[in-house]
């Protein structure tokens, strides 16, 4: 078994995803910066916070995953609580996506919640995204598509987005709701010859985008030049779009963790 994995800051303040990887689980962590803006521990963000709390929960690796989850759910409200988070104003809550693999002897367990994706690929180069369902993002970079990342109503409608969380997505956020939006399944090991966990930020930039993401480009661009040469591409496309004009998207780099499974 080869493993590579990548943990890399956007153009942002701060790096608010995670990476995890011990003995036989592996997982991703997308934080999402609280629309309040602010910051608490050590001058973390709720975003950067939540991520890390539920990849050290999960790192626990004693409980199905679905279990973990919830503890890590749990464990960024009680984190929340402690720094006066008020639950009532969904804005300001902490938020991260999650998506988690681990290795055992019946096959690939694996579990995700908000746009942290896994990816099963076979050896003849077919592939399967588990639980793939629509972007929730997708009316926001429609938007941007159409009137400019600049454009006021774009902030907007991020902040409409935004209170879907468990409404409409899952994300981990403390709050109850997260629990009825867990995909869990167990993927047979047989065929795969790959797997791939990775966060928003190594999606390959698209010029129009699409209600359910299509990954086969980034499923080749990492058959051809493996995880880095992957995430070099997509770096390359965005800074050559520097004023998000070509490629509409959120800022001009998202952070990226990854990993690659090979077996």
């Known amino acids: 078994m080869n493993i590579e994995h990548i943990i890399q800051q956007g153009s942002g303040e701060r790096n608010e995803d995670c990476l995890v990887m011990h003995q036989n689980i592996f997982g991703v962590f997308d934080g999402a910066t609280s629309l309040d803006g602010s910051c608490y521990e050590g001058g973390l963000s709720g ?4 991520s890390s709390i539920a990849g050290q929960t999960f790192l626990r690796n004693h409980h ?25 104003r969904r804005r300001g809550l902490w938020s991260t996506s999650a998506a988690v693999v681990r290795l055992t002897e019946k096959g690939i367990e694996w579990f995700r919640t908000g746009d942290a994706q896994v990816v099963f690929i076979d050896g003849d180069g077919g592939f399967r995204v588990a639980a793939g369902r629509d972007d929730h993002d997708y009316p926001t970079l429609k938007m941007i598509a159409e009137r400019g990342r600049r454009h006021p109503d774009v902030q ?36 795969v010859s790959s797997v791939l966990l990775f966060t928003d930020g190594l999606d390959v930039p698209c010029e129009t985008p699409r209600r359910r993401k299509d990954f086969s480009c980034l499923v080749g661009k990492h058959r051809e030049l493996g995880l880095a040469g992957l995430c070099d591409h997509v770096r390359s496309l965005e800074a050559a779009d520097p004023d998000i004009e070509r490629y509409p998207r959120f800022k001009r780099h998202d952070d990226i963790a990854a990993i690659a499974i090979h077996f």
């Open 47 to 50: 975003g950067a916070l939540a």
């Open 64 to 88: 199905p995953l679905p279990r973990l989850a919830a503890e890590a759910n749990d464990s960024i409200r009680d984190r929340m609580g402690r720094c006066g988070i008020d639950m009532s």
């Open 156 to 191: 907007g409608l991020i902040e409409v987005v935004r209170q879907g969380m468990n409404r409409d997505y899952g994300v981990l956020n403390g709050e109850r709701e997260a629990e009825d939006f867990f995909l869990a399944g167990l993927e047979p090991a047989g065929k």
